[in-house]
């Protein structure tokens, strides 16, 4: 099974602190994602990255920036939290199909409930 | 813009009922669409997933349609049961393999 880890399932900062999510999947997918998921909104797409060191802005970049130094990891970065980006962020890896495509499925971790004071 | 929109935001069906959830989406471009169901307290889980150049596609107990002429999605959930509680999320592909979700409807079965 594709295991998506996030490193915690809660968070609480202070506004202006610079914040790390950190995610990690275990089956050598080429993409990953981070979403931010809030009441009404449904899931917004933040940045994704096809390969290593590669990214991409999503919906809505302003105020994130992201890592990718390893395959297997994916960092979301709050260079400095503010009270609007309290929220569920969802970290998701995709892989490639059977021809080597990229595939739409794909894989979500548990979440990490930010809050910011 | 595009959008991906939900009719419901919630629905209330009966142990052993069939339910039906419906999304309606703008981007005629958009060529894949998936199905998430999200429990309580856990990421969203793929259910069923369908190209533009179906109408219908059918896996364990769920069935997806696709009407490309009025934009519109419906997920069919079979003998619905109390697991099948949840907030289900239609996503349609949109650029760099990336998903365009919609709002949710949540879904809440009863005895």
């Known amino acids: 099974d594709v295991k998506v880890t996030q490193s915690s399932r809660y968070l609480v900062k202070r506004t202006g602190e610079k914040v790390f999510l950190e995610c990690v999947q275990d089956?050598?997918?080429?993409?990953m994602f981070w979403y931010r998921q809030d009441p009404g909104l449904g899931l917004r797409l933040i940045y994704f990255s096809y390969d290593v060191k590669m990214k991409e802005k999503g919906d809505i970049p302003e105020g994130y920036s992201v890592s990718r130094e390893k395959k297997e990891r994916f960092s979301l970065i709050l260079e400095s939290a503010s009270t609007n980006q309290t929220s569920m962020y969802l970290c998701?890896?995709?892989?490639?199909?059977?021809?080597?495509?990229?595939?739409?499925?794909?894989?979500f971790g548990p979440g990490t409930r930010l809050t910011v004071t | 813009g595009e959008s991906v929109g939900l009719h419901l935001p919630t629905l209330s069906v009966q142990e052993g009922d069939n339910s039906i959830i419906n999304c309606a989406y703008s981007n005629s471009a958009s060529d894949y669409f998936i199905w998430y169901k999200q429990e309580s307290g856990k990421g969203p889980q793929f259910i069923i997933d369908?190209?533009?150049?179906?109408d219908k596609r059918q896996g364990q107990r769920v069935t997806v349609l696709l009407n490309k002429t009025v934009k519109h999605l419906s997920l069919q959930i079979a003998a619905t049961q109390p697991g099948d509680s949840a907030v289900y999320f239609c996503a349609e592909s949109k650029y760099g393999y990336a998903l365009n979700f919609g709002k949710g409807t949540s879904l809440l079965v009863t005895p």
């Open positions: 369908i190209r533009s150049n179906m």
């Open positions: 089956m050598d997918h080429e993409n």
């Open positions: 998701a890896s995709s892989n490639r199909d059977r021809n080597y495509r990229p595939s739409y499925e794909q894989y």
